[in-house]
């Protein structure tokens, strides 16, 4: 035998190998597709397929022992068919399916207040030694690519691919370019359908491009009909990675990664029980209009802005955030369950809330659970009066101002509360003198911390109102003098003295706690005043008093202010 005729036969061996496994290989793919349903997590090693010119071990047999190879590799899943690194895995070893794990159900959901979501994922899957391909089936369709991130001990993600090829009627034509299609049409005579077998030739516009035995449609007046969904299309997303691992074995995969399409707010109530304490209720409300249902799942809320940056977290913080999310749900698991959200943690001057139990999110529904139940909470209810009064050259005034009403009340435990509130609304409630419960107003207050003071402005006092006026204005003392020598402008100086008068009516049948704020200008101070005052917030001067049912409380205060009027010709008032 001469050395061409060895070459040509041992290239004939291996060409009839590959063509045996190829052959067994899309029958194989055939069957799976037929039989298979697709499952939450696929576990697909990637095929070996020697490069063009190499030859292995296993090409130098004979091509009877190739083609026992191929059926050992059948009836063996997981047993290799070349290459010292990759693997074929088939049959009932093809996949994973998600579900509960030990350490509580396999998916987790940390809803954050801005539009976005952490999803985390844990798996179980089987990867034999070298590189497999991994499949998480029926990821968020709002997710964010970018932001996946897969790992697991003794695991290295190589590749990841972010597949979602739509399930719809253009991708459909697509993926049947060049096969033979079923198509019906209606006989407009009879009204029988008329079933045809055509082969799809082109699907660039709406109207494909069909070849029947009879001649080629270019607008044909049916519909084409599918017997399967084609390999590559999926109803949901899916995310691909190529993983290598250097030992065979069960692992365990976490995938995490942002979407959009969720949310959540707190919502309270507020019920009056008399004029000392009031009943504070706080529930949260889910919202998951990501396109996605979610079945079993634990389910945590992030309290506070989280800074993002085009939509997305930088990788750093993502990674950080995400770490420190899922060490904090892992000793979250072992807390026990309760009738309400169980009470926040700090994450990183953040604060998280745990739904105990696992819950389910459908696509498009708003869930509500409750979180906070205070049934004595510590208030004050005040009649503020932001006074106009001005101290200038002029008189001023004001009539029928009606005080804002404002509720006040501290979150701490010795007045009931104790606990971090996030941002949200709050209604309030009270009692009519018939005893019958009735809406008073609502606001929204910002996350508080424990020990901070809520104060909500709910609207006006009807029945009470106030007004004021300068009665009189007494120049002190004057004097003009220039700022510097090259000054052309004379400037004076005027100390005068007002005397304010101040009154609140109260036409209701209760009792009114008033508080009246008048701001003061820098150089102002009270001389006298009727009724003893305080400094308040910045160049505030306030006064508390309570005016009986039917009664007016009047106040008296002079006040001394100084005035600088420069003359240029033109005379300014300088206050």
Not at 27 to 46: E, F, G, N, Q
Not at 71 to 87: I, L, P, R, V, W
Not at 256 to 277: I, P, Q, R
Not at 357 to 366: F, M, N, R, V, Y
Request: aromatic content about 8%; proline content about 4%; hydrophobic content about 40%.
């Amino acid at each position: 035998m001469t050395k061409v005729e060895a070459f040509d036969i041992r290239n004939y061996i291996i060409f009839i190998q590959r063509e045996v496994f190829m052959k067994f290989t899309k029958l194989l793919a055939a069957a799976l597709l037929s039989t298979a349903m697709i499952p939450a997590v696929r576990v697909m090693p990637a095929q070996a397929l020697l490069p063009a010119g190499e030859t292995s071990a296993t090409d130098k047999a004979a091509a009877g022992k190739a083609a026992e190879k191929v059926e050992n590799a059948a009836a063996t899943a997981g047993q290799t068919a070349g290459g010292k690194d990759s693997g074929y895995t088939a049959g009932k070893n093809g996949g994973q399916t998600a579900g509960q794990t030990a350490g509580g159900p396999a998916t987790e959901i940390t809803i954050y207040n801005q539009d976005l979501a952490l999803i985390k994922k844990r798996q179980q899957v089987k990867l034999n030694k070298g590189i497999n391909e991994v499949v998480f089936d029926e990821v968020a369709r709002q997710m964010r690519p970018e932001s996946a991130f897969i790992f697991g001990d003794g695991v290295k993600i190589l590749e990841q691919n972010y597949d979602y090829a739509g399930v719809n009627y253009m991708n459909m034509l697509s993926a049947f370019v060049g096969k033979e299609v079923k198509t019906v049409r209606t006989n407009p005579a009879t009204g029988e359908n008329i079933y045809e077998k055509a082969i799809l030739l082109a699907a660039d516009g709406m109207s494909p491009v069909l070849k029947f035995d009879y001649g080629i449609e270019t607008n044909f007046p049916g519909r084409v009909l599918f017997d399967k969904v084609p390999l590559g299309l999926n109803g949901t997303p899916v995310l691909k990675a190529r993983a290598e691992t250097a030992e065979a074995g069960e692992k365990e995969l976490r995938l995490a990664y942002l979407t959009s399409g969720f949310s959540w707010e707190a919502n309270y109530v507020a019920k009056v029980n008399d004029e000392k304490t009031l009943e504070l209720l706080g529930r949260v409300s889910l919202s998951n209009s990501s396109g996605s249902a979610y079945d079993n799942v634990s389910v945590n809320l992030i309290a506070g802005d989280v800074n993002t940056v085009g939509a997305v977290l930088q990788p750093r913080m993502f990674k950080r955030a995400m770490v420190n999310a899922m060490a904090l749900g892992a000793a979250m698991d072992t807390m026990e369950a309760a009738p309400v959200i169980s009470a926040p943690q700090n994450l990183n001057g953040y604060y998280i809330y745990k739904i105990p139990q696992p819950t389910s999110l459908k696509d498009g529904q708003i869930k509500q659970v409750s979180f906070v139940n205070a049934p004595a909470v510590k208030y004050k209810k005040r009649g503020v009066v932001d006074s106009t009064l001005s101290f200038g050259k002029n008189k001023s005034f004001y009539k029928d101002v009606h005080p804002n009403l404002i509720y006040n009340f501290t979150n701490n435990a010795e007045d009931g509360l104790g606990m971090p509130l996030p941002k949200g609304k709050i209604s309030f409630y009270d009692y009519d003198k018939n005893g019958a419960l009735q809406f008073v107003g609502e606001n929204t207050i910002d996350n508080k911390a424990e020990g901070q003071r809520l104060t909500l402005n709910l609207g006006k006092f009807f029945d009470v109102y106030a007004e004021a006026k300068v009665d009189d204005i007494q120049k002190l003392s004057e004097r003009k003098y220039k700022k510097n020598p090259a000054d052309t402008c004379v400037t004076a100086e005027t100390t005068n003295l007002y005397e304010t008068i101040y009154s609140v009516t109260n036409k209701a049948q209760y009792p009114a706690d008033i508080v009246l704020k008048q701001p003061m200008p820098a150089d102002a101070k009270i001389v006298k005043e009727s009724i003893k005052g305080e400094a308040g917030d910045g160049n505030e001067h306030v006064w508390r008093f309570t005016v009986a049912p039917g009664a007016t409380q009047e106040l008296k205060a002079s006040i001394q202010n100084k005035l600088e009027q420069r003359d240029c010709g033109v005379i300014t008032l300088v206050e």
